[in-house]
Nanobody, 116 residues
């Protein structure tokens, strides 16, 4: 079993920055990759950033150049540095761990609100 706890979400003004954290506990040896998803009101959940144990990173176009995903070597702690925030970034942000069988474990989410 793997458990994830996100933190760092809060209200911020347009142009501001936030760093989200995700702490992973449990059977972390099974984790192959970590990702951040977000879900805005009345929109579908979307994958915005991912990182593998090999260090490969991917981002959705809307956050490229503004968000950075990082983590320790074991991916027991993962961060999402968010800069130049926009109202369109307002959403609940979820941390997700993928194991080697492709199964996903989800955190409960942290709210990010960007005021205009």
């Amino acid at each position: 079993q793997v458990e994830l706890v996100e933190s760092g979400g809060e209200l911020v003004q347009t142009g501001g920055s936030l760093r989200l954290s995700c702490v992973v506990s449990g059977n972390t040896d099974v984790i192959n990759a970590m990702a951040w998803y977000r879900q805005a009101p009345e929109k579908e959940r979307e994958l915005i950033a991912a990182i593998t144990k090999a260090g490969n990173r991917n981002y959705v176009d809307s956050v490229k150049g503004r968000f950075t995903i990082s983590g320790d070597n074991a991916l027991n702690t993962v961060f999402l540095q968010m800069n130049s925030l926009k109202p369109a970034d307002t959403a609940v942000y979820y941390c997700v761990a993928e194991d080697f069988d492709g199964y996903d474990y989800w955190g409960h989410g942290t709210q990010v609100t960007v005021s205009s």
